[in-house]
């Protein structure tokens, strides 16, 4: 295939994967999709009042995030973190990724729940922290073959700053406790 050809796949691909996410809500061929729910607080957010449209593209942008990231650590590839993450969480996650394509293992992330809550927005509507209580069945694979399944409960601080057309991930800190 030519790099040309090639090309047009890649873009045919993202175009139908992006139209399958904004009619469905998943893009296709995932696990556990289906079952990805974010919920969000903005009720404790300060000193600034978190919008309407601001507190819907949240919700949307962070499942969007989650998405990409299980798709990432499950198939062992870097491309779904270019978009939802930047800075310090997407360097983590890259490291992630890289490492388990060192070792021949990969995660699944089945079954997810966020309860998100905003505790604080800039004045400016420049970064907004959130605290993330997740949920999920995290599967472990060795070379392809299950090795563990358990559920699992995390605590995330994470700091989402608004970009070109979405608002990304720049932290994704997991904490014992909030």
Known sequence: MTRQARCASHAFF???SLAAFLC???L???AGDSTLSVQLDTSRAGPRVVESLTRQRILRDYRF???SLSEAVEF?????LNGPFVGD???WLSETVTSQQKSGISQRYTHQSHELGAVFYAPEGDVI????TARYELEIFDAGKAVDSQPIVVHYVVLMT?????WVIRQLQAVPQF
Do not use: I, M, Q, Y
């Open 24 to 26: 469905c809500g998943s």
């Open 28 to 30: 296709p061929g995932r």
């Open 76 to 80: 062992n590839t870097l491309n779904p």
């Open 89 to 91: 969480a997407k360097r």
């Open 129 to 132: 922290e959130l605290h993330d």
């Open 14 to 16: 993202a175009l139908f």
């Open 162 to 166: 608004p970009g070109s057309d979405r």
């Open 65 to 67: 995030a989650w998405r």
